[in-house]
């Protein structure tokens, strides 16, 4: 298992991960990435977050059914059924609580994806997602919405960041590495000013 040496190196390495080796994640290693959502920053602390965490094979079927991958990909694309992620966790936002619930989730996921990545787990957030089949399927009471979807398993893919020139249009290469146009630093950065 690769050591990540610092969150810093766990930040610049994770990208989105869509394919994934057929071996389960334990539990207790979902309900640790699930502990670093729920301590995530929180607008006014008021924490309008939960987490189904899903395992079950059935249930998995069932999610994965409601994903849309990779846009960018042409023709479109999704995971084959030997590369389908091993677990979710589903973000839900308990409804009308919180006017900064978009970026609690933000947070959050962020968190989730990052400590995943520490752990060479990999993960893809998906929001096109069918949220009324998900809300259905995982019997989520209402007063509660499903946001996002963040799937998860260990990496069956490699993608790459790269310097991006005039396209954000991720793609992949004929050994199906997956590259990744990210905006240059010295386009986004601005020292004392514009
Ligand atoms: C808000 C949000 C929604 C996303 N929804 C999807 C999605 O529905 N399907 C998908 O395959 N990827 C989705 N992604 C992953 C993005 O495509 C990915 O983050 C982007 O291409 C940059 O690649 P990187 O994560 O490897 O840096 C989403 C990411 C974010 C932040």
Known sequence: MEEKNSTYDAIISRRSIRR??????????????????????????????????VTDEELCSKVFDTLGWAGYIKPSWSPASSETPVAYIVVLVRDGVSRWFERDVGFASENIVIAAESMDIGSCVLCKIDKDRIQEVLQVPSGLKVDSVIALGYKAEKSVAEDMDDSVKYWRDEDGVLHVPKRKLEDVLHVNGF
């Open 20 to 53: 994934f080796q057929q071996k389960p994640i334990s539990l207790d290693m979902l309900k640790k990435l699930v502990n670093a959502g729920r301590l995530a920053p929180s607008g006014a602390n008021i924490q309008p977050l939960e987490f189904v965490v």
